[in-house]
């Protein structure tokens, strides 16, 4: 199968799949209200502060420690899903996962982040978190959907698809029970605070973040008893294929709330979706925590030792590409629905990714050299161009009278009129580290091997480490065609099992032997006495595995750069496996 025959067909059976769930979810009739909604009043007596707190989804930060490291969570389907469980594992291999104080994730990344916020801290973790990293949702999901239960639950109430999705992360995820924001428990070792991150459609697009005063502030409500299955459903319900996800707006008097004399004839709802629109990479949520925890220590007069944000970034380059030589895009399904809007939000997405990224200082157009590899004879991989991936960016706070503030403040003398009389807080700034973990661009990251404790980058010329070079740039060009669902697929002739294979070593390959990046960000951990055990170091061996063979999908015209990369996806050559996954250990509990 062609690869524009295998995206047409894809195409078409996501368009039959929309038109069948739209007439279970759309076509909802005389639906009844507040079957949807899991959000519970809360019944303490504060406007502002919840009951209940949530100490690892906590709004206000309790700064207890003089750095702070979070680690944000792209989104990206299963392909997020297992990147960022291979990543998760790489970090703790290189002795940083323990030092993680917050967890921000979107969609895809909140299968790994739940995961690790649950069972961390839990023996063979990883094992049992790659087994569940690689679930098949999509299958079970349309199952659900077509249960004639469930089309007539969907039919006749407000249940929808991204409910079906809530339920499924529990029955795969949390081994069918109810887990609960409050049963996270307190902040420690392996224990971080995690922050699912959605859009909040009833207010302008702006970023929703289940912590828990924002979810008292916007809805009333106490997230201590709210099912984390819904705000990863919240998270991840991109439109046009999920629902979103409704909240009940309880009332914001608490004494209203706490006696029950809220008005039953007048309910309001907020609605999320996919976090992706507001912040798809989850970084916005972390750097409000950096510049809280910094202003926080300067205010009870402690030392400050800055921040790191580590970025897990599971975008892949847009499949645009492999439909230049098509007239026509159009497919059966789109006599039902034309799904040319999914391009529109793949392209808001990744214009947003990179403004964020260049905010940051992760510049991917300011490349450090260029090399081009030979992949297999034939298929080349041109201007391949390796970039700073760690860089220091500044985050502003402000101060007035001696006291520091995470946003801007006036005070006037006498008359609040008077604006000659205001006087405005002082803007100052620290500056905060990123390193970007991209499964992009992985073979852009130049190898390099440790002989005799002396560092040594792989030569080009070396029929050897022309192997290393040229696996790097097979992995990427695969890994670049996962597609962004809760299913691994991607590249003709790759089973799943392969799929999850390639991208445990791309995680491999951009944690623990991207030298240019190890090379700061170790210094960073050692530097603030977080690296006792000497871990965080590169790896002596660069990966390689020459029986990764791929093979073009279709063969280019001749050796241009052009014709290369208008060609440029290709196939496995066979479904070998590339890792043996070590056996599972008895299922661990959820707690």
């Keep these: 199968m062609t690869e524009a025959v295998a995206r047409r067909t894809w195409r078409a059976a996501l368009g039959l799949a929309l038109a069948v769930a739209c007439l279970a979810g759309c076509t909802v009739v005389s639906g009844r209200p507040g079957l949807s909604y899991r959000n519970e009043p809360d019944t303490g007596r504060s406007f502002v502060r919840p009951l209940t707190p949530v100490p690892r989804a906590a709004t206000e930060w309790v700064a207890d420690k003089p750095q702070f490291v979070g680690l944000a969570m792209s989104g990206g ?12 594992t790489e970090l703790d291999h290189l002795g940083v996962l323990q030092h993680v104080d917050a967890v921000s994730a979107v969609s895809g990344g909140s299968i790994p982040a739940a995961y690790f916020a649950l069972q961390g801290d839990q023996p063979g973790w990883s094992v049992r978190g790659r087994q569940l990293a690689g679930t098949d949702f999509a299958l079970p999901l349309i199952g659900k959907l077509l249960n004639p239960i469930n089309l007539a639950l969907t039919t006749f109430s407000d249940l929808d698809r991204s409910d079906n999705l809530a339920e499924l992360f529990e029955a795969k995820l ?9 049963d996270l428990g307190p902040r420690g070792p392996r224990r971080p605070a995690v ?6 459609t009833t207010n302008g697009g702006a970023r929703f973040v289940f912590s828990d005063q924002q979810f008292l502030r916007s809805t009333g409500s106490d997230l201590s008893k709210f099912p984390i299955a819904w705000a990863m459903a919240s998270s991840g319900a991109f439109p046009g294929v999920f629902n979103s996800v409704t909240l009940r707006r ?45 202003v926080n220590r300067l205010n009870a007069q402690q030392p400050s030792q800055g921040c790191m944000i580590l970025v897990l970034d599971s975008h892949v380059p847009s499949a645009g590409v492999a439909e230049m030589r098509q007239s026509d895009r159009r497919n059966f399904g789109s006599v039902l629905m034309d799904l040319n809007f999914l391009d529109a939000i793949d392209a808001m997405l990744s214009n947003r990714r990179d403004q964020t990224l260049a905010q940051m200082g992760i510049r991917r157009d300011v490349p450090q050299g260029q090399f081009n590899v030979e992949l297999a004879p034939g298929l080349w991989d041109y201007k391949i161009r390796p970039y700073r991936r760690v860089s220091r960016f500044p985050i502003e706070y402000y101060t007035l009278d001696g006291r520091a503030f995470t946003e801007a403040r006036f005070l006037t003398v006498t008359n609040a009129l008077d604006f000659s009389a205001v006087r405005v807080a002082e803007r100052r700034e620290f ?3 990123a390193w970007h973990i991209a499964l992009d661009d992985i073979q852009a990251i130049v190898p ?3 002989r005799d404790g002396q560092e040594k980058p792989l030569d080009l010329g070396a029929a050897d480490d022309k192997a290393v070079f040229a696996y790097r740039s097979r992995l990427g060009r695969l890994i670049s065609q996962v597609a962004t669902s809760y299913r691994l697929s991607g590249p003709p002739n790759c089973s799943q099992a392969q799929l999850q294979d390639l991208l445990y070593d791309a995680a491999r390959v951009a944690v623990r032997q991207d030298r240019m ?4 960000v170790c210094p960073w951990f050692k530097a603030r006495g977080l690296d006792g055990a000497g871990q965080c170091r590169l790896e002596s061996e ?21 014709e290369q990369m208008t060609d440029r996806f290709v196939k496995c050559a066979g479904p070998a496996r590339l890792l043996v996954t070590p056996a599972l250990p008895e299922t661990l509990p959820f707690r």
């Design 250 to 294: 309880h009332s914001l008097d608490p004494a209203k709330r706490r006696e029950g004399t809220e008005d039953p004839n007048d309910k309001r709802y907020l609605h999320l979706i996919d976090g992706g629109p507001s912040d798809n990479l989850g970084v916005e949520t972390l750097i409000r925590l950096a510049r809280e925890h910094h």
């Design 77 to 88: 389907g299963s392909r997020s899903a297992n990147f960022g469980m291979a990543v998760l």
């Design 542 to 562: 660069p990966l390689v595995r020459p029986e990764l063979q791929v093979l073009p999908i279709r063969e280019p015209l001749n050796l241009t750069e052009s």
């Design 431 to 433: 500056d905060c580290h």
């Design 174 to 182: 949390f081994d069918g029970r109810r887990v609960t924001f409050g």
């Design 448 to 450: 390099w091997r440790v």
């Design 195 to 200: 922050y699912f991150n959605a859009t909040d």
């Design 517 to 520: 990046s190890l090379t700061e």
